[in-house]
């Protein structure tokens, strides 16, 4: 459900720099409620450094990130986050279930209403048998589809998934697409991936970045001279 009029994000003239390396360079960007954002881009073009600005995770270098509800300028909004695996530290001493019920710390909910959540995330990431395993004794595919469901529990307003099926299996990744697809219908996606074939059929905007953004109306878009 794609609503044009209704702006949820927006970053105005963006920069990132570290020390003389610049990460992003002037990027301007409008979200709209409704809006599944496919992103790709070269290695180290800035795709996850967008994310975690649009995030409030980096404060840029210049320019600033607004969020809107309402045609209104807030603080926050509900954002679902699965990172990519590599920012998880795995030697933490916390387990699938708990990961996953952490998604849930900023509602008020009873312990009843948690648990039947968590159940419920945990069968639809095919989670179920290591739903009390140590999250250090779970192989990448295992640990990306716990973030997956910590990301999703909230019923987030926004979903932002940075490359999404790394480590994932061929048997998970079909599922992953559903999951993706379905949430679509009620939520702003932005979804960083390399594997686009798929995604871009799910889309309704693609974006290149390499360290400038590029929006693009080719049927594929893997490189910046295919966008008009």
Not at 22 to 44: K, M, R, W
Not at 58 to 65: A, M, W
Not at 106 to 125: F, G, P, W, Y
Not at 185 to 204: D, G, Q
């Amino acid at each position: 459900m794609h609503l044009p009029q209704n702006k949820m994000i927006e970053l105005d003239h963006v920069w990132m720099q570290w020390d003389n390396r610049i990460a992003l360079q002037d990027v301007s960007l409008s979200i709209d409620e409704g809006d599944f954002v496919a992103i790709t881009g070269p290695n180290g073009g800035g795709k996850t450094t967008l994310l975690r600005i649009v995030l409030k995770l980096l404060k840029p270098t210049q320019g600033r990130v607004i969020y809107r509800e309402q045609g209104r300028e807030v603080k926050d909004l509900a954002v679902g986050y699965l990172p990519q695996k590599n920012m998880i530290d795995q030697r933490f001493p916390i387990s699938v279930e708990e990961v996953i019920s952490s998604g849930l710390l900023s509602q008020k909910l009873d312990r009843t209403e948690v648990a039947n959540q968590v159940a419920k995330i945990i069968d639809m990431v095919g989670l179920k048998e290591h739903a009390h395993r140590p999250i250090g004794n779970l192989s990448g595919g295992q640990l990306q589809r716990a973030l997956l469901g910590r990301a999703i529990i909230s019923q987030p307003r926004v979903l932002v998934l940075d490359e999404p099926l790394s480590y994932v299996d061929k048997r998970f990744e079909g599922r992953i697409y559903e999951i993706v697809s379905q949430l679509s219908r009620n939520t702003t996606i932005l979804l960083v991936s390399h594997e686009m074939s798929k995604i871009s059929t799910m889309a309704n905007r693609h974006i290149i970045i390499d360290k400038q953004l590029h929006e693009c109306s080719a049927s594929h878009h893997y490189i910046t001279t295919e966008c008009e």
